[in-house]
């Protein structure tokens, strides 16, 4: 019995509550009744004496216990009589308070004790209650937070159940046969921890699961000292928050040693029958049954009637006492509640009938009249009687409740698939994903694993460049929030045991952890175990332990039989939520000791299964086979052999798998099967090798496959015998010319004008292009072949259409010869492309001006490096219908926001369109629409080629309005969120920032020695022969919009993907043909120079003074100075806020700065021969050759720097490959791009090494380098040197920047304007 002497309750967080209490005078604490003021006999109860626990099971057990009913509604009815407004709520002790307090119910337990306790005694003397909540509902410090009164949580919770045991103690006087008892109400505050409060960020969250914690258990301080028998958690519409409350009564009870009884009530909002955060309600119970209530049910949001059907399943599976406390009925119209007592009883007959519920109350709208009612109704029928007790069992939930021992898999197995590809480990694409913090496309992953069959979704963030913790709560909160994922139980999955602990927070239902294991030592695993035992999760336990991984059979049963017993009998962690993964090691590796690892995993979870009761076991099942990875074939028919006996024979129960590529045991083919048989059973010596050898066979046929046979052949054939019109549509999809003049002529013959062809079946055709194109199902370098047809086309009809005009003139009697040559009438629109001041750069804008082309748009591309007044006026001079601005470098962005402002003051109409690798959607939104953008003249950011069509099609089309609107509601959300994130996020003032900068020991770690070869070196005997193999493909072929899927991402695996893998080769085929001929006509040359210098980063720390000699040094003669930016914006981690000038020593040391400029010269020459020739397809190819060579260039000169110029790395033996993945020491950032934001530095490094004097390497007004395929950087040497970005930066550090730049500050600010985090002037 609980001796109600909570005065010797004094456990340090209870005592710290207390300290701080507002009370204002000492609260009384002990409640211990005379062992002789009642009978000992049921149903008397004296407090001190008797088990709480025992009575109420009794009285559960032989009547229907009657709660109360609304307090708010009580509250309202006395209102309604009786003057309380904010006078009456204030009290004379609040008479001052600093905002409204009408509306605090809770409060009025302190300010007007005689309603509250006058409402208490009605239930009790009219309803004839058992049990009244107290007055505390919202009395936690979070929901507080609204009247201010964080501070008096304890005192309101203390006084609410303090009124209570008053009440109920003079009643039970009265009649002693009936006791009363005090429920402490726990409310589920006004915050939760499953939704996010934001319709944009999914991930928000207003407060967390410590957070909801510390505020219940100061609220649970306060109702146990007020003298509550009871705690109920209630009207729960987010079940993590109910946990969280659940969380804190179980802190309270292991630091008191009492026994509370602890009920639990959840409130399903609608028909659906489920929560607000969307568990049904046997979902809901899953994940609270591990608290062990007493007695859980149903209140609120619903009258009887509509809660049938919900309290019914909740009767068919909860294993405690049931209860409801419905509303009156549905709200009215006026929000008030029409049922009448009797009505209300009559509606929760239907629970006694079925003998459903051992306690009843009312909920909203019911007064003590309807509880008396409800009572007398309830008087005649018996209470629900408790299930038998049975098997234990590992009962799941996410937003559904899963009960694994009645799991069958999609096969028919008894056995429970654990989604695998929301693992980074598991999923190259879903490591890309989070890598890249695109957690909305990772959460399509996650939908698909449910919808192809996983029970489970096992989520695992692990990865040493990624914050494992952050990542875990982001994904998990965001997950919880998508109902077609978190309809199933989540299996957290780390390394580290805080990452899983984070995650397990934000989930509201009963998940699995993975996992756990005695390798950390018996006292951190018992510790481990003990904590979550205590959020009620199910975990999955790794045969390890100190000595290592268990291998044999016999360490299998070893290490999980000990396991077992610690988890069971001394942490009493239950039985059948522990899940052994005796460890699935790799077979078929060609060594001896590893072949019998699948037999002994079999035989292990046998002897498991029959010495350790109720425990599951599972495993990692691609672990079996991955030694044969890249078949997934052999892969998966050795896992249906394995799963087979595992499962069947040996009771395997959970495992980590595809779903999707699960085969059963019957679709194995029998020649795999007998060897899939041979090899997990290590039935013979030559498995492996016969293994190896069906591999090798099934990867050639999938070759085979692939590259698709004679069939392919016919139908290159038979296309052929189609109708001209089909022929011509196929001619342009596939980009095959040899036949279009035969064909356009045939076609020709059959229409009434040559225009007509245009408009009809080649039309047709290139809209089936680009249909395909939008859709993915065509690239780039095919798109550029289909324009060559379509230019070929439409060049054999063009004299056919100047006859047909002339002829129509002289009909006319006009003179042909006034033709006008540049009528342009036969296009479906005009659009005038330029790349914008200052910039060189035009591939990506030649690609979309090719697709335009071929969709019979009339392109006027007037090249690079146009001002403002040139774009402007060729505009008009062309009449054009839409502008496309493009643009690379970060100076383009503001001269685009130029050309907006003076389209603007010109009266332009044309929609403006926004392109370029350097611009973004956001930016377009931000910072060129509100200059320009109107309905008749949108400002619209196209993200790359294949939407160009899509975008100009719909500007010119007859659903213009519609489309643009679509576009002006999305940008103005965007700027809305734009703002809305500059004022949340916190910036360091730039001396806060000087302050934390990381700091090197060049002592520990002295400084580089000094360069074999100081001052600045020509490099021009660099050959394109000598860069080749230095060449990162990868980029080429996304210049052509060409991107594989996992696990064909990047050269040379893109050669592999089934979508984009033929025509990748057909393109890098072509590359390399123009590339041997641009090699063996010296068409392009490389050049470059190099510049090595002393070097010491200034006083105060900001930027680096590069010296001519180390005479020059010692003098302090420096030869000029590179300004650096330092990050400021607030990091959440502890991380330095860095500077490139970090990475250079200070005065004292012999430290030194390199830097270099490469260019690749030729190609203007030759895109003005493919230009001559109307060959678009070898003009890109050339510039997009021209950037791999430079950029090539680039990274041989840097390892030669390296290796010999500076000397620092004289041992360096890297391969290429190695090289693209920066596996060196030292970094060379580029001036411009987020090391160094700032483009006018290139200005200072061409000073210093004359890149213009003696390489011809050019600065633009913009300090765009040219030629365009051009690259400098600075060379850092230390090993501490790394890539990091800028980001945005504060006034306070750009002012100093201008300063020692000796830079106007509007120019400054001009330059930096796209890290800015605030507006310029």
């Known amino acids: 019995p609980n001796t109600y002497l909570n005065s010797n309750l004094t456990h340090e967080k209870i005592a710290a509550i207390r300290a701080k209490a507002s009370n204002l005078t000492k609260p009384n604490l002990d409640y211990a009744q005379s062992n002789d003021t009642y009978p000992e006999s049921f149903p008397h109860f004296v407090r001190g004496r008797d088990s709480l626990r025992e009575h109420i099971t009794s009285l559960f057990t032989s009547r229907i216990a009657i709660y109360d009913g609304a307090m708010g509604t009580m509250i309202q009815n006395y209102a309604k009589r009786n003057r309380l407004e904010e006078e009456e709520y204030r009290g004379e002790r609040f008479a001052n308070w600093k905002c409204n307090m009408k509306g605090n119910n809770d409060q009025l337990s302190i300010t007007q004790p005689h309603i509250i306790s006058g409402i208490y005694k009605e239930y009790l003397e009219v309803g004839g209650s058992d049990m009244i909540g107290t007055n505390t509902f919202s009395s936690t410090t979070i929901a507080m937070a609204d009247y201010e009164m964080e501070d008096y949580a304890y005192e309101l919770n203390y006084e609410g159940a303090r009124l209570a045991r008053e009440a109920c103690d003079e009643v039970t006087a009265k009649d002693p046969s009936k006791p009363r008892f005090v429920v402490g109400a726990i409310g589920p505050t006004n915050r939760t921890g499953s939704i996010s409060p934001s319709v944009e960020d999914p991930a928000a969250r207003n407060v967390t699961f410590d957070e909801l914690v510390e505020a219940y258990f100061e609220q649970i301080v306060g109702l146990m000292d007020g003298g509550s028998d009871i705690l109920m958690v ?23 040693g009492l026994d509370i009884p602890v009920f639990v009530s959840g409130t399903l909002v609608d028909q659906s029958g489920r929560t607000l955060s969307g568990q049904t309600g046997e979902a809901f119970y899953a994940s609270i049954r591990h608290a062990k209530p007493m007695c859980v049910g149903l209140n609120c949001a619903l009258g009887a009637k509509h809660m049938t059907p919900f309290v019914e399943k909740l009767a068919n599976c909860v294993e405690c006492f049931l209860h409801v406390y419905s509303n009156a009925g549905l709200p009215n119209a006026m929000g008030g509640y029409d049922e009448t007592p009797t009505d209300m009883a009559e509606q929760n007959k239907v629970f006694f009938e079925n003998g459903w519920l051992n306690m009843v109350g009312g909920c909203c709208g019911s007064t003590p009249p309807h509880i008396k009612a409800i009572r007398e109704m309830s008087e005649s029928y018996k209470p629900r009687k408790l299930p038998d007790v049975g098997r234990p069992k590992m009962w799941l939930s996410g937003l559904e409740d899963l009960i694994v021992d009645d799991v069958h898999n999609h096969l028919g197995l008894p056995f429970l698939n654990v989604g695998e590809r929301c693992n980074i480990s598991g999923s190259i694409r879903f490591k890309k994903l989070m890598m890249a913090g695109d957690y909305a496309t990772a959460m399509d992953i996650a939908k698909k694993q449910v919808e192809d069959g996983a029970h489970v979704l096992d989520i695992n963030v692990d990865d040493g460049m990624l914050d494992g913790l952050k990542a875990m709560e982001k994904f998990v909160k965001i997950a919880v929030t998508e109902p077609e994922v978190s309809k199933v139980p989540f299996m957290l999955d780390a390394s580290k045991f805080e990452i899983v602990m984070a995650g397990l927070k934000w989930c509201q239902g009963k998940c699995i952890v993975n996992s756990i294991s005695l390798k950390v030592g018996e006292e951190l ?17 790794m045969a390890f332990d100190e000595e290592g991984q268990a291998a044999t059979e016999e360490e299998k049963v070893r290490i999980c039989k000990r396991s077992y017993d610690i988890l069971v009998n001394e942490v009493y ?44 076991i599972s495993g990692g099942i691609s672990n079996l086979s991955f030694g044969f990875r890249g078949v997934m074939k052999i892969r998966e028919s050795i896992h249906a052999v394995f799963l087979n006996h595992a499962i069947l024979q040996s009771g395997m129960d959970v495992g980590i798998v595809n779903a999707h590529e699960m085969l059963a045991l019957s679709e194995v083919e029998p020649d795999i099967r007998v060897a899939c048989e041979n090899l997990v059973f290590n039935k013979t010596e030559e498995s492996t090798d016969v293994m190896l050898e069906l591999t090798k066979r099934e990867k050639a046929l999938r070759e085979a496959l692939k590259a698709g046979g004679g069939a392919v052949e016919v139908k290159q054939v038979s296309w052929r015998d189609l109708d001209v019109v089909k022929r011509l549509e196929h001619a342009l999809v596939n980009g095959i010319s040899q036949y279009v003049d035969k064909d356009v002529e045939e076609a020709r013959q059959q229409a009434e004008k040559p225009l007509e062809i245009i408009e009809g079946p080649l039309m047709d055709g290139m809209n089936v292009v680009g249909d395909l194109f939008g859709a993915g199902k065509m690239f780039l370098p095919q798109v550029i072949k289909s324009a060559r047809v379509m230019k070929k086309a439409v060049a054999y009809l063009l004299p056919f259409m100047d006859q047909e005009k002339r002829e129509k003139m002289i009909a006319e009697g006009k003179d042909p010869n006034d033709f006008d040559e540049s009528d342009d009438s036969n296009y479906a629109g005009k659009v005038l492309m330029a790349t914008v001041k200052g910039d060189v750069h035009d591939i990506g804008k030649n690609i979309v001006a090719v697709v335009l082309g071929c969709n019979n748009y009339k392109v006027y591309d007037i090249g690079v490096m146009c001002s403002c007044e040139k774009i402007l006026e060729k505009a008009k001079e062309y009449n054009v219908d839409v502008i496309g601005l493009s643009g690379l470098i970060t100076p383009s962005l503001d001269e685009m926001v130029v050309v907006a402002k003076e389209m603007s003051k010109g009266g332009f109409k044309q929609p403006l369109l926004i392109g370029g690798a350097t611009t973004s959607k956001m930016h377009s939104a931000v910072k060129v629409s509100p200059n320009y953008f109107t309905l008749e003249h949108p400002v619209i950011h196209v993200l790359d080629a294949s939407r160009s069509v899509t975008v100009v099609s719909s500007l010119l089309g007859e659903n213009k309005e519609g489309y643009v609107t679509d576009i002006m509601e ?61 060449i990162d493909w990868n980029p080429f072929f996304q210049t052509w919009e060409l991107r594989g899927r996992y696990p064909n991402r990047g050269y040379p695996k893109i050669f592999n993907d089934e979508a984009v893998g033929g025509e990748a080769k057909k393109l890098f085929d072509d590359a390399q043909k123009l590339l041997k001929e641009i090699i063996a006509n010296k068409s392009m040359n490389l050049k470059g120079v190099v510049g090595l210098f002393p070097a010491n980063r200034t006083d105060e720390g900001e930027d680096v003074l590069i010296y001519a000699t180390e005479e020059d040094r010692e003098a302090g003669k420096p030869l000029d100075r590179f300004c650096m930016l330092r990050q400021q914006a607030e990091k959440e981690s502890d991380d330095p806020y860095l500077s490139q000038s970090d990475f250079v020593a200070p005065a004292g040391y012999k430290d030194h700065l390199g830097m270099f400029a490469v260019s690749c010269f030729g190609c203007d020459a030759l895109v003005e021969k493919y230009e001559s020739e109307h060959d678009d397809y070898n003009k890109i190819m050339s510039q997009a050759l021209a950037d791999r060579f430079v950029e090539a260039f680039a990274e041989y000169l840097h390892r030669v720097i390296r290796t010999d110029m500076w000397g620092y790395a004289k041992d360096e033996s890297l391969k290429e490959e190695d090289l693209l993945k920066i596996k060196y020491v030292g970094i060379r950032p580029a001036p411009g791009y987020p090391s160094q934001p700032d483009h006018t530095e290139k200005s200072t490094m061409w000073n210093v090494i004359k890149a213009e004097e003696l390489a011809g390497i050019a600065l633009s007004e913009s300090l765009s380098m040219m030629p365009a395929a051009s690259v400098s950087a600075l060379v850092f040497a230390h090993p501490e040197s790394c890539y990091f970005a800028v980001g945005q930066v504060g006034k306070d550090q750009v002012e100093s920047y201008a300063g020692r730049k000796e830079m106007e500050l509007p120019l400054c600010e001009r330059w930096l304007s796209p890290i800015l985090n605030y507006e310029r002037d």
Request: proline share 6%; net charge negative.
């Open 970 to 1030: 999305e940008y103005d959300e965007m700027r809305e969120d734009y703002y809305a994130g500059l004022e949340d996020r916190y910036f360091l003032t730039y001396e806060q920032a000087k302050q934390q900068k990381h700091v090197i020991d060049f002592d520990a770690t002295p400084p580089a020695p000094t360069p074999s070869k100081l001052g600045v070196t020509l490099i021009d005997d660099v050959t394109l022969e000598d860069v080749v193999p230095y």
């Open 573 to 616: 962690f239950p039985p059948e939520d522990i899940i052994f993964d005796p460890n699935v090691l790799t077979i078929g590796t060609g060594m001896e000791e590893h072949a019998n690892y699948g037999v002994d995993f079999i035989n292990a979870t046998k002897t498991i299964k029959e010495i350790c009761p109720y425990v599951k």
């Open 525 to 541: 695993f018992k510790e481990q175990a003990t904590l979550l035992r205590k959020h009620g999760c199910a975990v999955v336990v």
């Open 234 to 256: 209630e009207t729960i519409f987010d079940t993590l928050n109910a946990k969280a409350a659940l969380y804190a009564i179980g802190e309270y009870l292991e630091f008191t």
